[in-house]
């Protein structure tokens, strides 16, 4: 029986299936000078890598892209010829490639055997030529980042709990060897820098993609920067954005991570679509002042804070201001959300905290005034503690509905909240530190950022990774895991013995007078704004 016939016979008709056209065969690659030897009786195409690709690196202006994998090799790929593999390095490495760096068309690789290669196109033009100038050799430990200045002139690698930063003595030509030398070594980290972004201008905050590797900053000139980062690989900048005509203070990823939000001092609210770059709309008068801050409440809302008390909050659902909340006398510095009970908790410079209710719109209580200005607020102990970093470096302790009594006094600027007993903070000196509530201690100095003040901490959406930003211009990511190694255990009755608060999330029936002499401004119970109907429209 033919093929036709037993076609027929099932009740098909082949007629009926689209036909698909044979690719014509490339014998090209069955020449044997096409394929390298990776094991014994065992080849492979030289294009290809013979283990898993364990990172991409891309050159923009050569048009070049790199991929590096755990066969101890490297290759390079041009982008304008149709992805065309024109060079492969092999096993010059004695263990498997993390990272490659690149600019002028002199690469850098990185490796587990603690060595950096540079290596250099030959004038030549053989496009298979790629020879070796100089091998870096100071590192005692697996090189886990490497990152260049924009001049290409010096060049920064992590190894370990060491940065070196290293400079060239020769003047960059061609056909010399590159002689390296380390102009400085930076041993203060207390952890593992898996990654290290030099972001090039100040950062002011930063936040994690709630299901992926994604992590983006915003910065002083308005920018918006997206990286993608992964375990000992390079950060690769997927987007940058000219978000704002002022600096990008506030930002933060809604809509599950499809959108970011960003505020900044020109009054201005914009969601960014991740994917494409493109703005998906713009709010340019959504405060009365510069936008300071904005935290998730839920998955359909949002609440953004401004230099004078105001906190507003944003329904993504209804696409609307919801709420306007006249709070406090100066900038909001900082929020947290009980979703438990509805409450928005809000820190100003005024030196206050404030609980707003939002099921009834209106601020609930207000705390007494304190001397410092407070720019950071999180929640403990299952709602029963609330604990503020200021402006002098004081931790303070509040108990939920007893705000006229605090306690505590570290060096302290910013909290994270690790769990229900321990934060993890950033200083003015540039330390981040494990912090336990109740008993009241620091455990221990766990990593530090720069000698400038930590000016944003966060997780990543695993809990894998925590990300630090600073003055000094750049973003680390750090080994969580490897940060809280030797950390004290918490005692599971540590905090029965020790805190005796009542559980109760109860707060006080009326607000506070202020116990200074400033005017307080009128609080709002919810007011809209007509020109704000259509900002999550498209979203």
């Keep these: 029986m033919s093929a036709g016939e037993l ?18 065969i490339d014998f090209n690659c069955l020449s044997a000078k096409n394929y390298v030897k990776i094991r014994r009786h065992n080849y492979n195409l030289w294009i290809q890598h013979a283990d898993v690709v364990s990172g991409l690196a891309v050159d923009g202006d050569r048009g070049e892209l790199y991929s590096f994998s755990w066969d101890k090799s490297f290759k390079t790929w041009k982008t304008s010829s149709g992805m065309a593999c024109i060079d492969s390095i092999g096993s010059d490495h004695s263990d498997v490639v993390n990272v490659v760096a690149s600019f002028g068309g002199t690469v850098y690789t990185g490796s587990a055997d603690g060595k950096i290669k540079v290596w250099r196109a030959s004038a030549s033009n053989d496009r298979r030529k790629r020879s070796l100038k100089t091998t870096l050799l100071k590192h005692d430990s697996s090189v886990n980042a490497l990152a260049l200045t924009p001049d290409g002139a010096g060049l920064a690698s992590s190894g370990g709990r060491v940065i070196l930063v290293w400079e060239r003595r020769d003047d960059g030509g061609d056909d010399e060897e590159m002689d390296f030398f380390v102009a400085c070594c930076l041993k203060g980290h207390k952890g ?117 008390g105001c906190i507003k909050v944003w329904d993504t659902r209804q696409r609307t201001c919801c709420n ?59 709602g029963r503690k609330v604990v503020c970093g200021t402006q002098s470096g004081t931790l303070l302790l509040y108990s939920w509905g007893f705000f006229k009594d605090c306690s505590l006094s570290y060096e302290i600027i910013l909290n994270l909240k690790l769990d229900e007993e321990r934060l993890i903070t950033g200083s ?112």
């Excluded at 006398?329 to 438990?340: G, K, L, N, P, R």
């Excluded at 400038?452 to 695993?462: I, K, Q």
């Design 428 to 539: 003015e000196n540039g330390i981040i530190s494990l912090v336990g509530i109740l008993p009241n201690r620091i455990i221990q100095p766990i990593a530090e950022h720069s000698e400038y003040p930590v000016e944003r901490l966060a997780f990543s959406h695993d809990k894998k990774f925590l990300g630090s930003i600073s003055h000094d211009q750049t973003l680390k990511l750090w080994d969580l895991d490897e940060l809280l190694q030797g950390s004290e255990t918490i005692m599971a009755n540590r905090s029965a013995a020790s805190d005796s608060d009542s559980d109760g999330m109860d707060v006080d029936a009326s607000i506070p007078k202020p116990s200074k002499g400033t005017k307080r401004k009128n609080i709002g119970k919810g007011s809209k704004l007509d020109n704000s109907t259509n900002f999550f429209a498209e979203m």
């Design 192 to 308: 593992a820098v898996l990654s290290l972004i030099d972001l090039e201008k100040l950062p002011f905050d930063l936040d994690f993609h709630p299901s992926t590797n994604l992590v983006a900053a915003g910065l002083i000139t308005g920018h918006l920067l997206l990286y993608r980062y992964e375990a000992e690989a390079t950060p690769q900048r997927l987007l940058e954005v000219n978000a704002h005509t002022e600096s990008c203070r506030a930002l933060r990823f809604v809509n599950e991570g499809r959108a970011i939000v960003t505020g900044s001092p020109d009054f201005s609210i914009l969601a960014t679509d991740v994917e494409t770059g493109a703005p998906i709309s713009r709010l340019d008068n959504s405060h009365e002042s510069a936008v300071n801050r904005i935290v998730n409440l839920t998955e359909s809302t949002i609440a953004s804070g401004d230099d004078e």
């Design 7 to 24: 076609n027929t016979v099932r009740g098909l008709d082949s007629s009926n299936f689209p036909q698909i056209e044979k690719s014509p």
């Design 324 to 382: 306007t909340l006249h709070v406090h006398e100066e900038y909001i510095s900082d929020m947290t959300f009980a979703s438990d009970s509805m409450k928005l908790i809000g820190t100003s410079g005024d030196g206050t905290l404030s609980v707003c209710n939002l099921r009834s719109n209106k601020v609930q209580t207000r705390s007494e005034f304190s001397e410092d200005e407070l720019l950071s607020v999180v929640i403990m102990k299952n």
